[in-house]
């Protein structure tokens, strides 16, 4: 299988993508985010 530069480019574009969309799901609502504060409760009068 021989996959032109421009192909092999798109394939590495979309991974880089999606492997950083899936970071950011998991540090938003997996086990990381217990140690997010939310800064709208700490000003809260």
Same mark, same amino acid.
Request: with cysteine; glycine share 6%.
């Given at each position: 299988?021989? !996959?032109?530069? $421009?192909?092999?480019?798109? +394939?590495?574009?979309? $991974? $880089?993508?999606? $492997? +950083?969309?899936?970071?950011? +799901?998991?540090?938003?609502?997996? @086990?990381?985010?217990?140690? !997010?504060? #939310? @800064?709208?409760? #700490?000003?809260? #009068?």
């Amino acid at each position: 299988m021989d !996959l032109e530069p $421009a192909m092999m480019l798109g +394939i590495t574009f979309c $991974a $880089a993508v999606v $492997a +950083i969309t899936g970071m950011a +799901i998991y540090t938003s609502f997996g @086990p990381p985010s217990q140690e !997010l504060d #939310d @800064p709208f409760d #700490d000003h809260e #009068d």
